[in-house]
């Protein structure tokens, strides 16, 4: 198993990503990193599902919005840090590309360990 496809699973077992508005990244990179799609395949797939994630976010009520911001601090900036990266993914060669995600995830990774609230981490 690759470095990055270990950080994806492990990441993929966050209860606070399972519970999340930006779930959807969880399966995209255990599929990504697994093999099941390419560089472009993934950027396309998650640019579109993140757009979606925040169309439905942006119909929430302010309250709930506050609220999911608070609880799933960690998750967006981890969306926030992906598409940052997916958006260069066209200038990258694979490798600097699967190098960028796996920093992504293990720094996600570190702020659950760090800060203890994940109890699936």
């Known amino acids: ?3 990055l496809e270990e950080l994806a699973v492990r990441a ?3 209860h606070a990503l399972q519970c999340s508005m930006v779930n959807f990244m969880a399966g995209l990179l255990v599929s990504y990193a697994g093999g099941s799609l390419t560089p ?10 993140n757009r979606n994630a925040q169309f439905y976010f942006s ?12 609880l799933f601090h960690r998750e967006f900036v981890l969306a926030d ?4 990266v997916i958006e260069q993914q066209g200038s990258m060669e694979q490798a600097a590309f699967d190098e960028a995600l796996a920093a992504c995830l293990e720094t996600y990774l570190s702020a659950l360990t760090e ?3 994940d ?3």
Do not use: K, V, W
């Not at 472009?40 to 599902?49: D, H, K, N, S, Y």
């Not at 119909?59 to 608070?70: A, S």
């Open 12 to 14: 993929s077992e966050s």
């Open 59 to 70: 119909h929430f009520p302010r309250t709930e919005i506050q609220r999911n911001q608070e």
């Open 119 to 121: 109890a699936q981490n």
């Open 1 to 3: 198993m690759s470095r």
């Open 81 to 84: 840090a992906l598409r940052d």
């Open 115 to 117: 800060d203890g609230n």
């Open 40 to 49: 472009a395949g993934f950027a396309a797939q998650f640019m579109r599902e």
